[in-house]
């Protein structure tokens, strides 16, 4: 049975009290059963359908270990004895709360870290001179069947229990008055003596990490109703290592990731402790915690000396006397002689949290003072518009809203610009991988040279995005340089194959410079550098005020576009197509698949297209120059608005091309990895290029690196006797080892099963992330235009007009602005908003994005 | 005094042994002062004269820990059991070597690790039937006086003392013929059972690292003298947990990591040790190693399935049977029950030491097959050419050597092609700060966001490199997009003083575009992409081959340059300053600081620029353009052959373009952050420009990043209220959270004189690096045409003629391949050879590369 008198304390009375005091003792119990039980048999649990919010107006710290029984406890309950038992503290300062929280218990009841909290701090308040009235409690939340009847593991029905337990205690102090008060809470508790996961898994009370981190943000939120926050703490004290396992399984680091609360690192002092407390150290490091201070009890060994060397003084290491190793040792004495130590400790603590908030709230006047933003007016964009973005956590930006000094979940709904990735797990992971790579190589020079990940990278390039067509990997740092050197490898294979080459190898006159052009499609974007636009057709970002240089060296066609509008597939012809369609059928498909079927290549419209495209060609005048190479983005033209191409449009055109052996570049720079659903959008095409980029989401989306691949062909037209024949572009960084690490490790990871559930059983396909249903009513919704759903992207367009539409339109900032305080974080392309998830997001948690999206189109329609 | 009993060892017999066998035992003991010891005095050790190399011809691994006393002794001691004593080893067999290598060992002599594995092996070689013959020796190196004599630390004199002392232990097997052998060494030891770094400082026997690491590789080297590699196994068992400190305070992972052998992770198996074993694995990770495989002993706790699960199969885990903790007994037992678990452990590392090997082997061909280098005629480049680089380690690459499986260190001359700044202590600081902000960040959208290590670094730059001119910081990936960026700033700010910007507003003609010009200069080079290249002369890299759209948009200067010629300083002018100079005075200088004297400013020549300037600007015709920018690279034109431009002559030209408001561009791509010797080539030059962008150095040489520097008057140029008019040039990755934390710290390291002992007192210099009296003497070379020396360059024109000279040339390849033998790294610029060392790099290590450069230029002449 559950041993009720172990919850039952009283203060020790130290022999130099002066002070009489009553003691209020309650305790009550309940058991009924959990509701998380019934959740906690699904195996992914659902996302919560509010963001995640940790009030960040008073300090909150992480108390973790590098292993267990080192002292986290004696210093969760020496900071609270600093904080709460000053004798500085008197009745004319407002009384004080501090509140503990031990998430996760085992070994429990006769193991109570809360409990030992509660009873250490009554006894100190009763031995110490305290002025003012002192009030605690001892709270457990939950715990396993095992932990509160002492059932036998084997037993127990599944599931936790609710436990309304507590203890309450006060001591009166010497001027009376409002009490200070001590809350301590254990969370969840479990009865055996061992890891989290196992006491959970042994006693069927497994608890999801969402549940463990939705009750701590109810804890933080609740715990100070009432309380002015210039006189509040709290801290949150972790169970064994820093990398103990949780009751789910995941490490505890991970488990608390998304909070990021600042941390307090209890070391290790012992002989071998100094390995151990550096190791967890960078663990922590390693999951993006900041760590305030390390802790370490003083074994004669001077460990602190070495760890403050390795600290290089960015951490203060304090040292706490020897505990006593006598078990009946009540601690008094101890907690008397680190008295000291906790003042300094809780000095650290409460100046680092002023700091840090100081600096989140100086963050958004100094971003406008120092920062230059691309794409971004300046004049346009208020302090209170600027967006601190304190973390990402997967998917989810951490964002600190400076006005109630909150930090809470936004879903990056912008993919961070259209590179993003990872969940949470493989942002551990590339972490990981990404600080090994940078340890074992920093920075490497590549030509002539070899080394492992650019290596793997480039095979599982030429196995994957390249396979049946590529035989060379050409890396550069991003998408535009990946254009520019795919835009030289095509003109030079053009060159070789026109038989101009030879001629033109002794030729230094600029004549024929200007003549080479590319053939492209209106509406695309292949990037920023002068190369790249001028592969672009004139649009906003190529007027003379933003390109002084460019001149738009291309035949630019108008393209088809599909759509979905009123929740059909919809065909929108150019101009010069559209007499043709009328004659010859329907301009919608019965499904987005049928827009991607081969079928279509024996229909009419692929006969109209391909004589079109013939016409178009034949009329261009050599005077304005010749063609000597395709370039498209297959399927979606993104910067361009979100447009997607029909397209058997596209597949003619390269058959065209090909014929005319005119080297075909496509620019997956946006479309690659797994983007729109296929690992590349060549396969949604169904036809291969000469030559294609990458860039963006090869790395993951966490670091800039780029890919231009090509046939052998295309290689062996720069091979020669003379250096000056070879490919003379480069970039100090190509290949950079980290880039090409994050790379190999994201290509293997994306395409996995075991890895990432999004992949079908087939490994060519991401199942559909965006719910088909939700997303046909979205576009039947009277302020929609079309809506474009691909893969991992879900775009559509606001009905607008005049200088409401456009790429300068502010239209959908009312939307945008709404949407954020739902917890989704969006960018427009003027009146086009777009939502874009990792090939690793849940549909549900695109479901939840939809469903949100939804209610506040309802909003926007209503306004307007 | 040292208790010789305790290092004779008879083995065991067991019961079940059936043969007869002798016993030989050898002890001798001799005590002379270490020489070692007088070095281990200098703070700073001299680097060794030949680089560190460790044959790979066979395996050898180091065994690590998570903590003190988990067992690696043990592991250490079955692998060797499963090597040397497997039961199908028969006369007709190769005999074995097992090579059990202890490097710090406390505790001395009542502890030694190579004794138990030397005492325990012959006990296992006794109890078991073993057909051939067993010989095993235990070694110890040196110790401590304390660790030898038994006498008081304080009263020992320093130094370590030469123990040449050894057991020594032979049992016949069944079928006799040559023996395999055990060798156990310890290299050093200290009496006291603390931490290395503090029984070294308490006993006086410190060792440098570079001690341990050459005594290591001697072992390795000699140990299998005679033996064939494919017989003989070595490991080498570290001290307490990886990351405890070693003898001279230098954490273990740290101190053994040039070799960066494969490591064996002896985990936690006890409550806690799931954490423990993690983070150790992360701080091996952090440091570049690849763990094989991870070992726990049985507590019952199963932690082998969450570090499984962690490991995600990548690593296997293997567990031990619990180890008795009854001091008396002797394991035997254990050791039978454990063999299996040994042997799987003994073939996993068999295993991965052949793939890491055939990888080794076979990458110089794959390499051949599918990468495009850039810069590279891979008709020209052999398999044998390649280089293989394993790791870098600070300023050296661990190169393996197909030919002889060697891995050798070398000098990374090329200093990763212009990029690489760290040292080893900065490179593992930078590692684990990128794995954080990935961990913390990945990447996070820049536009109207703010984050932390953007913010930093922005700040950063523009108290430092942009101090008293720069406000606003625009990020971008690399040099050429800065540059792209700095030019279309640089316009738009010129049409907006020019007045012109309002009438182009509303002009959408084309007419205008090509008029706007760049003043730049001959042999410059700003980069890659078209924009870039446009503002530079023609030349290799500019032919229609290569640039098929360069028209070269500038008005382009022959400079004056400067350089050191027997031990002198030279001016050389221009073609058409050449007849002034005959009339106007030297064209020689003093030293080098006189060429950057500012007095200058009053000489001859300054007049002489200023007019030759001003008469060249005026002469330009309208119709070829206005010029709209000047740009430069301040001081040194990199790629373009390393040559220094007068300093005062781009000064002039600066100061001419200001008076004329023409904006200016510093191109500190190359020059910034400490390359030439002062964070920035503009404070070499004494003037500030407009616009400035930095890239490779920027952060520390590890991953691209860029930045292009204005002043408020440039960003006010592009303030509006129309989104159209803001600057719409960007990348995906601008300001990457990674990027910016590396450039954050590598900034603030560099300039610390605190981190590098090269910033001398003043903050504001790097201490001379390059040998100024060796420097001279290389300038006097007969096979030296020039030599430019400043900062972290030292860069030597090779006198060549016709084809032999430019960038074209392969004339320095026979020299070249000479200092790769010794150890250095380099890559021509045609007949141009450099050196490049990092900001931190110590003047000694200059020293030698210089002292090998003479003794290879002397081959070198007389070969030709």
Redesign the interface.
């Known amino acids: 049975m559950f041993p009720l008198s172990s919850l039952l304390h009283f203060p020790h009375r130290s022999h130099h009290r002066r002070h009489h005091h009553h003691h209020l003792l309650l305790l009550f119990l309940r058991r009924t059963l959990s509701t998380t039980a019934a959740a906690s048999t699904i195996p992914q649990s659902p996302p919560p359908s509010t963001p995640l919010q940790i009030p960040l107006s008073f300090p909150t710290y992480l108390i973790c270990s590098?292993?267990?029984?080192l002292g986290k406890t004696l210093v969760s309950t020496g900071l609270a004895a600093s904080f709460l038992l000053s004798t500085h503290s008197h009745s004319l300062l407002p009384p004080k709360k501090f509140l503990y929280l031990k998430p996760v218990q085992t070994g429990f009841p006769s193991d109570s870290d809360s409990r030992f909290v509660f009873s250490k701090l009554n006894s100190l308040a009763g031995r110490r001179t305290i002025r003012r009235s002192f009030l605690s409690f001892d709270h457990v939340l939950k715990a396993s069947r095992s932990a509160v009847g002492d059932v036998p593991s084997e037993e127990c029905e599944p599931g936790m229990l609710d436990l309304g337990s507590y203890s309450e205690c006060r001591v009166v102090g010497e001027e009376g008055g409002e009490a200070s008060e001590l809350v301590c809470k254990t969370l969840f508790a479990w009865r055996d003596?061992?890891?989290p996961?196992?006491a959970a898994e042994r006693e069927k009370g497994t608890v999801e990490d969402s549940t463990v981190l939705e009750n701590l943000q109810r804890c933080l939120e609740r715990g100070f109703e009432g309380w002015d926050n210039s006189n509040v703490f709290s801290v949150i004290e972790t169970a064994?290592?820093?990398?103990?396992?949780g009751p789910s399984?995941t490490?505890q680091c991970d488990l608390y990731r998304p909070l990021?609360l600042p941390a307090i690192l209890v070391g290790d002092g012992r002989?071998?402790g100094?390995?151990?407390t550096?190791?967890?150290y960078?663990?922590l490091?390693?999951?993006?915690y900041d760590v305030v201070a390390v802790v370490v009890e003083d074994h004669g060994?001077?460990?602190e000396v070495?760890l403050a060397?390795?600290l290089?003084k960015r951490v203060p290491v304090l040292v706490l006397p020897s505990i006593p190793q006598d078990l009946s040792d009540d601690l008094m004495e101890w907690f008397e002689d680190a008295c000291g130590v906790f003042d300094s400790l809780f000095k650290i603590m409460l100046s680092a949290y002023s700091e840090r908030i100081k600096?989140l709230h100086d963050?958004?006047k100094?971003?406008g003072?120092?920062?230059?933003?691309?794409?971004?007016?300046?004049?346009?964009?208020s302090e209170e518009?600027?967006?601190?973005?304190?973390?990402?956590c997967g998917e989810n930006?951490a964002v600190f809203k400076v006005n109630n000094d909150v930090m809470t979940q936004q879903f990056?709904a912008?993919a961070?610009?259209?590179?993003?990735g990872?969940d949470a797990t493989l942002?551990?992971e590339?972490?990981?991988?990404?600080?090994?790579?940078?340890?074992?190589?920093?920075?490497?020079?590549?030509?002539?040279?070899?080394?492992?990940p650019?290596?793997e990278c480039?095979?599982l390039l030429?196995e994957g995005v390249g396979k049946g067509w590529a035989?060379?990997?050409?890396?550069?740092?991003?998408?535009?340089?990946a254009i520019?050197i795919a835009?030289?490898m095509a003109?030079?294979k053009f060159?070789f194959d026109h038989g101009t080459?030879s001629d033109?190898?002794n030729?230094?006159s600029?004549q024929?410079?200007?003549q080479?052009m590319v053939l492209a499609l209106n509406g695309s974007y292949h990037g920023?550098?002068?190369?790249?636009m001028?592969a672009q057709a004139p649009s906003?970002?190529t007027?003379?005020?933003?390109?002084?240089?460019?001149?738009g060296?291309g035949l630019f066609l108008d393209p088809p576009t599909v759509f979905l509008c009123n929740n059909k597939w919809n065909l929108s012809l150019p101009e010069g197509l559209q007499s043709h369609s009328l004659k010859y059928g329907n301009t919608w498909f019965s499904s987005r698949s049928e827009v991607f079927h081969l079928s279509r290549d024996k229909s009419d419209i692929a006969e109209i297209y391909s004589s079109h495209i013939a016409h178009t060609l034949a009329q261009y005048p050599e005077s304005k120059g010749i063609i000597?190479a395709l370039i498209l983005e297959p399927v979606i033209q993104a910067a361009g608005g979100m447009h997607m191409v029909d397209p058997l449009f596209q597949r003619v055109l390269v058959n065209h091309c090909r014929n005319e052996n005119i080297p075909v570049i496509f620019d997956e720079v946006f479309t690659g990895f797994w983007r729109l659903g296929t690992e590349t959008a060549a396969e949604l095409l169904n036809c291969v290029p000469d030559i294609a980029c990458f860039?963006?989401l090869m790395t993951?989306?966490?670091?800039?690196l780029a890919a231009t691949l090509?046939t052998s062909a295309v290689?062996d037209s720069?091979?020669?006797?003379?250096?000056?024949?070879?490919?003379?572009?480069?970039?100090?960084?190509?290949?950079?080892a980290?880039?090409c690490t994050a790379a190999a490790k994201s290509i293997k990871w994306f395409k996995d099963p075991q890895?990432n559930r999004n992949i079908a059983s087939g490994g060519r396909l991401l199942r559909e992330l965006w719910d088909e249903k939700m997303v046909g009513e979205i576009s039947s919704h009277p302020a929609v235009q079309r809506v474009v759903v691909l893969g991992t992207l879900c775009a559509l367009e606001l009905r607008a007009e005049g200088s409401n539409a456009g790429?300068?339109s502010l239209y959908a900032s009312s939307l945008l602005k709404q949407l954020r305080e739902d917890g989704i974080f969006t960018?427009p392309l003027g009146n086009v908003i777009y939502f874009m998830c990792g090939p690793c997001t849940s549909p549900e948690v695109c479901r939840q994005l939809l469903i949100k999206l939804r209610r506040r189109l309802d909003e926007f329609s209503q306004i307007r």
Chains 1, 2 share one sequence.
């Open positions: 590098s292993n267990t029984s003596a061992v890891s996961h196992l064994g290592g820093v990398a103990s396992p399984g490490l990021r002989l071998g100094i390995s151990g550096i190791s967890a960078e663990t490091k390693l999951r993006g060994l001077v460990n070495p060397s390795y290089r600096r963050m958004p100094k971003a003072e120092v920062f230059w933003w691309p794409f971004t007016q300046h004049k346009l964009v518009a600027v967006t601190v973005i304190d973390s990402r930006f990056d912008c961070s610009w259209w590179t993003q990872p942002q551990t590339l972490a990981r991988e990404m600080g090994y790579s940078a340890a074992r190589f920093g920075h490497v020079m590549f030509p002539e040279n070899v080394y492992e650019a290596l480039a095979e030429l035989s060379r990997t050409y890396f550069s740092d991003n998408g535009s340089t520019e835009l030289k003109f030079r060159t080459l033109l190898l030729d230094d600029t024929r410079h200007s080479l920023d550098t002068l190369g790249a001028e906003s970002y007027g003379f005020l933003q390109q002084p240089w460019y001149t060296r000597g860039a963006k993951g989306g966490t670091i800039p090509a290689f720069f091979l020669g006797d003379s250096k000056l024949k070879a490919l003379l572009h480069g970039h100090s960084y190509s290949a950079h980290m880039g890895l790429y300068g960018r």
